[in-house]
C-alpha cells in the first residue's frame, strides 16, 4: 500500500523568500504523485502532477516541484512567496491503474511580511 | 467549464437528523470520489465509484453513512441519524479515466455541524 508523509506541519516564510515544502512517499513501483494546495474555505486545488518523464515538474502559481526516486521524495518548490500563498498543501500519491489517491496529512504555510 | 458543483455550502442541523449532502462532477467524469476532512483525521476517503457504481467504500464509517450514484451526473452521501462527531467538511471530486490516472477536481466542500 502506498503513503506519503509530509514532516512539516506548519511553516513560516518571510514574503519573497524561497519555499521547500517536504514530502516522501512510499510505493513499490513508479508512482503518480500530485500536489495540491487548498485556501481556506475552499477545496483542494492541483498545483502539479508527475507521472513519468523530466523529474522537474513546473506548476501553476509559480511552483515546481522535483521527483528524487531515490530519495523517494516529491518537494514542492516556489523560488518567491507572496502572501496570497498562504494556504495548506497537500501531497499525494497514487497507483497506476488505481484511481485512488493517498493524502498527506499537509502541511500550512504562513506568509509573513 | 463548471466545476464540481457540491450543496449546500454549509448545514447545521441536530443530531438525529438525516442529512444528506449532493454533488454533480464534472461533465464527462466516469469517477467520483466522497472525502471527510478533519482537524483530527486529516483527509479521508469515504468511497468512490466508477461509472455510477461503488467501487471501494471501505472508508465510509459506519451504516450511518449511505452513498449512492444513480446517473452520471448526480450523487449523494447521506447520514441517517446523524451524530455530533459526523460534524466535518464533506468533499467531492471527479476525474477521467481517459489518459490514465488523471487528476482529481473537488469541489469546495459542504461544511457540516451536527449539534
Known amino acids: 500500500a502506498q503513503s506519503v508523509t509530509q514532516p512539516d506541519i506548519h511553516i513560516t516564510v518571510s514574503e519573497g523568500a524561497s519555499l521547500e515544502l517536504r514530502c516522501n512517499y512510499s510505493?513499490?513501483?513508479?508512482?503518480?504523485l500530485f500536489w495540491y494546495v487548498q485556501s481556506p474555505g475552499q477545496g483542494l486545488q492541483l498545483l502539479l502532477k508527475y507521472f513519468s518523464g523530466d523529474t522537474l515538474v513546473q506548476g501553476i502559481k509559480g511552483f515546481e516541484a522535483e521527483f528524487k526516486r531515490s530519495q523517494s521524495s516529491f518537494n514542492l518548490r516556489k523560488p518567491s512567496v507572496h502572501w496570497s500563498d498562504a494556504a495548506e498543501y497537500f501531497c499525494a500519491v497514487g497507483a497506476q491503474g488505481n484511481e485512488k489517491l493517498t493524502f498527506g496529512t499537509g502541511t500550512r504555510l504562513t506568509i509573513i511580511p | 467549464d463548471a466545476g464540481v458543483i457540491q450543496s449546500p455550502r454549509h448545514e447545521v442541523t441536530e443530531m438525529g437528523q438525516e442529512v444528506t449532502l449532493r454533488c454533480k462532477p464534472i461533465s464527462g467524469h466516469d469517477y467520483l470520489f466522497w472525502y471527510r476532512q478533519t482537524m483530527m483525521r486529516g483527509l479521508e476517503l469515504l468511497i468512490y465509484?466508477?461509472?455510477?457504481?461503488?467501487?471501494?467504500d471501505s472508508g465510509m464509517p459506519e451504516d450511518r453513512f449511505s452513498a449512492k450514484m444513480p446517473n452520471a451526473s448526480f450523487s449523494t452521501l447521506k447520514i441517517q441519524p446523524s451524530e455530533p462527531r459526523d460534524s466535518a467538511v464533506y468533499f467531492c471530486?471527479?476525474?477521467?479515466?481517459?489518459?490514465?490516472?488523471?487528476?482529481?477536481?473537488f469541489g469546495d466542500g459542504t461544511r457540516l455541524s451536527i449539534l
Open positions: 471530486a471527479s476525474s477521467s479515466s481517459v489518459g490514465g490516472n488523471q487528476p482529481q477536481h
Open positions: 510505493y513499490g513501483a513508479t508512482p503518480y
Open positions: 465509484f466508477n461509472n455510477n457504481v461503488p467501487i471501494d
